[in-house]
């Protein structure tokens, strides 16, 4: 008899391994948004708006067996999911992979893609219009949109502000040199060690009153415009609500050599929402992914779970970061490498012909 496997998110994680079992399982994917949005693109559609067609992507063509149920799972009884009007959707494994949420405009703030695409291109015409513009946060967003930037609307002033006294400091240090030289290098003035002495608000882009910011050391920088990149945080609303569950330090579920946060042994979870020791990236999510679509298959095929390997994250954190089509930096299995690299794997095209054929879309 085939297995039914629920997987509960349809993000990056939640659509790679729904896809990588569609022909394995009875597979049934909910998720409350009706169009997937490729985020890590979306840093450069603030510099390119004409990407924003092509990044908003239909659920319809993902999945070939299984379902793709629109609704939000309010909460779980065993292996059942209840969502908000009360339907139940059975499974004989559930998948939890609700992501993480971020700053208006990388992520979408709720269902609506109509309400998202409006937002960005609001973003883009506040862009269009300042001289000055000062993105606050320099992790993985907020370093690349400089890039990005800079390379786009070379016209505009960018102040990178950091609170950190390097920029990556849980990488090699030679991948923050390296970044620190190519941003200036595209005319990014980039402050360590500051703090902004009043954020007027982080979870969206925002004109800063006389067009000024001052650093926690009194320095007043001149912005029209101040992003907030501050960081990204797990979507941990219905783990929250099951028994057992344990949180680490970032609000991260604990978890087992199995990905599972329970006693229950056939609920786990992936992505954002895993204390695994990786890093909050797609590198870090795809080798999850990689593992529980095998130790899922295994299962299915009568194999005892705990029969399967144990899951064990990247040795080191991995990362890429391209500034623009043509540089940035990355940190690979075989150390930390520049431009060529990043551009060829990333850079170039950031993905979006590889998510157009996993969706079977075209723009």
């Given at each position: ?46 510099a ?24 939000r ?63 606050v ?14 390379f ?63 650093l ?33 330090d970032?609000?991260?579920a ?9 006693a ?13 020791g ?30 399967v390997?144990?899951?064990?994250p ?40 590889r ?9």
């Amino acid at each position: 008899m085939t297995k039914k496997i629920t997987i509960i998110g349809g993000g990056y994680a939640g659509t790679m391994l729904a896809r990588e079992l569609d022909q394995h399982a009875d597979m049934t994917l909910i998720e409350p948004r009706e169009k997937w949005v490729h985020n890590v693109a979306m840093i450069r559609a603030l510099a390119r708006p004409e990407l924003l067609g092509e990044i908003v992507i239909p659920y319809d063509g993902l999945l070939k067996n299984g379902r793709v149920v629109r609704g939000r799972v309010v909460a779980m009884d065993g292996n059942t999911a209840i969502l908000e009007d009360g339907t139940e959707i059975a499974g004989d494994m559930t998948v939890i992979a609700t992501g993480s949420s971020y700053a208006a405009p990388f992520k979408m703030q709720g269902d609506d893609s109509g309400a998202f695409l409006t937002k960005a291109k609001r973003v883009i015409m506040q862009i269009d219009k300042a001289k000055n513009i000062a993105i606050v946060g320099a992790g993985a967003v907020g370093s690349e949109l400089a890039g990005e930037l800079a390379f786009a609307r070379p016209e505009k002033q960018i102040t990178l502000v950091s609170a950190d006294d390097n920029l990556f400091p849980g990488y090699p240090a030679k991948l923050g040199r390296s970044m620190q030289r190519q941003l200036g290098e595209l005319g990014v003035k980039v402050r360590l060690g500051e703090r902004i002495k009043k954020l007027k608000r982080t979870d969206e882009p925002f004109v800063p009153p006389k067009n000024t910011i001052k650093l926690s050391d009194g320095f007043p920088i001149d912005a029209d415009l101040v992003i907030p990149v501050i960081g990204a945080k797990p979507e941990t609303g219905l783990l929250q609500s099951l028994q057992g569950v344990i949180f680490d330090d970032d609000g991260r579920a604990k978890v087992d050599g199995w990905l599972r946060p329970t006693a229950n042994p056939d609920l786990f979870i992936v992505g954002d929402i895993a204390s695994t020791g990786d890093t909050m990236t797609i590198v870090g999510l795809t080798r999850q992914v990689g593992w529980l679509k095998k130790a899922l298959k295994a299962h299915i095929g009568g194999k005892q779970i705990e029969d399967v390997r144990p899951y064990k994250p990247w040795p080191k954190p991995l990362i890429l970061l391209p500034l623009g089509p043509d540089k940035g930096a990355s940190v690979l299995p075989f150390g930390v490498t520049g431009p060529f690299l990043t551009s060829a794997i990333k850079g170039k095209k950031l993905f979006i012909p590889r998510y157009h054929r996993e969706f079977d879309w075209q723009p």
